[in-house]
């Protein structure tokens, strides 16, 4: 990790501690519905509660970074996004509408070996037969992506991919990835779930992210000017 790279994190997790006590702490998605004051637009940060910085200072670390509504035209909401992460209310999910629940579904797969799906991440859509197979799978995802801690900050601006959210997203994650993906600021635990992905950027980068994480060969950089950006987003909460 270069100093710059560590002095750019600790502003991050510090923006961050400051959004917490904006928004009165973290939240769980197994706690929250559509009714909780959210805002139309925003970038969403995931922790894990067994995942800590590497500084020692037993801060969680984040393990996701998404947003939404970056295509020109679009009209999906935060809590949106939010809620086809965290699937249903009897606990169950689609998959094929969060790349988040197919990566994690992915790795219990292959950490458990409990089930033989061999249809789960294949296309877009299925039929009933093969969802209501996937049903057991599926309430293995909604429990564990409930329990992550997560923060939100609003960020309203018209969708599209010069947006502030597209921004924000793009380089906290590169930032987080480290430029070739496999050097993260912080290293995943030897327990973190991600592990199991057949992923290796997941792996790698100890992130749920595929967009955006860098290979030794495509090194990517992240503008430092984003963490002004973000500062200004959290302020205004």
């Given at each position: ?5 560590k002095?750019h994190?600790d502003?991050?997790?510090d ?6 006590s904006?928004?009165a702490?973290?939240r769980?998605?197994k706690?929250c ?20 910085r590497?500084?020692?200072s037993?801060?969680?670390r ?12 679009s ?5 949106g996004?939010l ?16 790349i ?19 249809e789960?991440g294949?296309?877009s ?6 969802k209501q197979s ?7 995802v909604?429990?564990?992506?409930g ?7 609003e ?5 599209g ?11 906290a994650?590169?930032?987080?990835a480290?430029?070739?993906g ?5 290293k ?10 057949d992923?290796?950027k997941?792996r790698e ?6 967009d955006?994480?860098g290979?030794?060969?495509n ?6 000017d984003?963490?002004d ?9």
């Amino acid at each position: 990790m270069s100093e710059n790279g560590k002095i750019h994190a600790d502003r991050f997790y510090d923006l961050l501690r400051l959004l917490e006590s904006k928004v009165a702490g973290m939240r769980c998605l197994k706690d929250c519905h559509g009714r909780m004051g959210w805002p139309k637009r925003g970038v969403y940060f995931f922790f894990d509660g067994d995942e800590y910085r590497s500084d020692g200072s037993q801060q969680l670390r984040v393990v996701r970074v998404g947003t939404h509504a970056v295509g020109t035209g679009s009209k999906s909401t935060l809590w949106g996004r939010l809620r086809s992460h965290k699937g249903t209310g009897a606990g169950t999910g689609n998959h094929r509408g969060s790349i988040f629940r197919l990566h994690v579904g992915n790795a219990l797969l292959n950490k458990h070996g409990a089930w033989t799906l061999p249809e789960w991440g294949r296309g877009s859509s299925a039929s009933r037969q093969i969802k209501q197979s996937e049903q057991g799978l599926e309430r293995e995802v909604s429990t564990s992506i409930g329990a992550l801690p997560f923060l939100w900050v609003e960020v309203d601006d018209e969708p599209g991919a010069s947006s502030h959210r597209a921004y924000i997203e793009r380089n906290a994650i590169i930032l987080l990835a480290g430029p070739d993906g496999c050097s993260p600021i912080d290293k995943p635990g030897l327990d973190w779930l991600g592990h199991y992905s057949d992923r290796v950027k997941i792996r790698e980068s100890g992130l749920w992210n595929l967009d955006h994480i860098g290979h030794p060969d495509n090194l990517l950089s992240y503008d430092p000017d984003f963490l002004d950006v973000l500062e200004r987003h959290v302020d205004a909460m």
